[in-house]
């Protein structure tokens, strides 16, 4: 079941560890280090599921969801927000633009990819 | 808060282990004594008013007179009791409890006292970091490195069948994380405690900060600028951490060497010890602005006095600390400082002799002076800029001494007229 995951991360050894926890699974992934034309990114390759982080150099997290959101053709993309602000406020902005779910970091591996595992499944028909 | 009849024996009781008349108690609670001894053998029954004028005057709050100390401490308990609903509390064997072992019943609410005061403190340095954005920055490179660490481990620990080159880039990828954390906690520590260093090392200084050290560094006296040699400082300036730092410095090296060029060191230092330090007169004698000879009087070498400016919004742009004058480090300073006062009244000098709080809080003579600035001329807007020199070590005034303090948050004073918000400051902090 597994399928295509777009990973927006600017720390290099968390998409590192992320890329491989997926990969393991069998994902495939395609990771970009800035937040800068991430949205034109997503409309070609329409993974199953974005993995954003909130604070990225270029483009914020919420302003690429907002991007996405936006495009019809990207609009139902399953976002999953990560942040390294665990604080409620975070939580409610990347609710409000639109983020199918949010991860606080530090998170366990196991969640991101439960996390990972759900959102696709909830996509798929 | 019962009163029973028990209440009168405790007040006398206490009246008499205090070796007070019942005419001094009554007198001190606004009654007369045949009332109070009417009240002291259960005869009349007191009010509530009445009751807690009695226990102030015994030192004592007005529950533990009417329900005795032991109640009191069964009321605390039982509120300690609900904090811990999954302890399942023989709530029913409480009175024997306190009873049986008073001791332990008092440090059971007393740490239950102690558990509410280190909430509010929290309370307080979690508000301290949604309102201060150096240290959220630092606490997101900290959680970023956490984050890290805890994926890479759990990947060594958890895939047995890691393949040996991934193997060597999660150790290698471990390491540097560590490091950082190391780095970042290290810095963090260093930034709460006011030291600074390592702060500054790992760029979470803000870029005003950065200059400040620069100069302080220097002893606040650019001595290179007195022969007109400000290229000699462009090493030093190249080396600080940000382009914002290295921008600002610059503007104030070319700030401080037309002040060098204007008020040459030997004339103004000969002048200052001749006048004392006036900002006005001085300004008048070499032809200059107010604030520029406040500025080269702080800036002298090795002068003990504080200076700070401020832009029209009240920000301060520029400070020289002096020992036991705060200057807050976010956010507008104390509201009551002479250099607002000032920045209201442009071109006229406000002097004024300030205590900063605390018990042995410091005197300090303070000189302000607002000028306009028509950086685009008429049509442009008017900018202002405020000084404000601080001189340790004052006279007495003649006048009154006007209580300042450095910002509302970390200022102790209870009840100031100016205060904008509540202090972190509060009971035992």
């Not at chain 2, 004058?325 to 607002?340: I, N, T």
Request: glycine share 10%; charged share 25%; proline share 6%.
């Amino acid at each position: 079941m597994a399928g295509q995951v777009l990973l927006v991360e600017d720390e290099e050894n968390i998409a590192e560890a992320i890329r491989f926890i997926l990969s393991r699974d069998g994902w495939q992934v395609t990771h970009l280090a800035e937040g800068q034309g991430a949205a034109r990114r997503a409309a070609g390759l329409m993974p199953d599921v974005v993995i954003l982080d909130h604070m990225l150099p270029g483009r914020s997290g919420l302003e690429i969801l907002a991007e996405l959101r936006s495009d019809p053709a990207t609009a139902r993309l399953p976002v999953l927000m990560l942040t390294a602000k665990g604080q409620p406020r975070d939580r409610e902005a990347a609710e409000r633009a639109g983020a199918d779910h949010f991860l606080a970091k530090p998170f366990a591996n196991s969640d991101i990819l439960a996390a990972v595992r759900a959102l696709a499944t909830r996509a798929r028909p | 808060m019962a009163i029973t009849a028990l209440t009168g024996t405790r007040l006398r009781e206490r009246r008499l282990a205090l070796g007070l008349r019942q005419a001094d108690l009554a007198g001190q609670a606004g009654i007369s004594p045949s009332y109070l001894n009417l009240i002291e053998h259960g005869r009349r029954k007191v009010t509530p008013e009445v009751l807690a004028r009695l226990a102030a005057a015994l030192g004592l709050e007005a529950k533990v007179l009417a329900e005795g100390a032991g109640q009191a401490l069964a009321e605390d308990l039982r509120t300690a009791a609900a904090g811990w609903p999954a302890a399942a509390v023989e709530l029913d064997r409480l009175e024997e409890f306190v009873g049986r072992f008073p001791g332990w019943a008092r440090v059971t609410a007393g740490l239950q006292a102690r558990s509410g005061l280190l909430e509010r403190a929290v309370e307080a340095l979690n508000d301290r970091m949604t309102h201060d954005p150096h240290l959220s920055a630092a606490l997101h490179e900290l959680l970023s490195a956490l984050t890290s660490v805890r994926a890479t481990a759990e990947i060594l620990a958890e895939t047995g069948d890691l393949e040996a080159g991934l193997q060597a880039r999660f150790h290698r990828n471990l390491h540097l994380d560590s490091e950082r954390l190391a780095g970042g906690a290290e810095a963090l520590v260093a930034y709460l405690d006011g030291t600074g260093g390592a702060a500054r090392e790992q760029g979470l200084a803000t870029p005003q900060e950065e200059v400040e050290d620069w100069l302080s560094g220097q002893g606040w006296h650019l001595a290179a600028l007195e022969g007109g040699e400000a290229a000699a400082l462009e090493e030093g300036i190249a080396a600080l951490a940000s382009s914002a730092a290295r921008d600002l410095a610059r503007a104030h090296v070319a700030r401080a060497a037309e002040d060098a060029r204007r008020l040459p060191l030997a004339a103004f230092a000969a002048a200052l010890a001749r006048t004392g330090p006036d900002p006005a007169r001085l300004a008048a004698e070499f032809g200059c602005d107010v604030i520029a000879a406040m500025r080269r009087i702080a800036l002298m070498p090795g002068a003990g006095t504080g200076f700070v400016s401020c832009d029209a919004s009240g920000t301060l742009v520029f400070r020289k600390p002096v020992a036991g004058f705060a200057l807050p480090r976010f956010g507008a300073a104390c509201p009551l400082w002479p250099l607002y006062a000032a920045l209201g009244r442009p071109m006229q000098p406000v002097r004024a002799q300030v205590q900063v709080p605390g018990p042995m809080g410091a005197r300090f003579d303070v000189l302000a002076f607002c000028q306009p600035r028509l950086a685009d001329g008429f049509a442009g807007p008017e900018l202002r800029e405020a000084a404000m020199l601080i001189l340790p070590d004052p006279a007495p005034a003649a006048v009154g001494v006007l209580g300042i303090g450095s910002t509302c948050r970390i200022c102790p004073r209870p009840d100031c007229a100016a205060r904008r918000e509540p202090t972190i400051l509060r009971e035992g902090m």
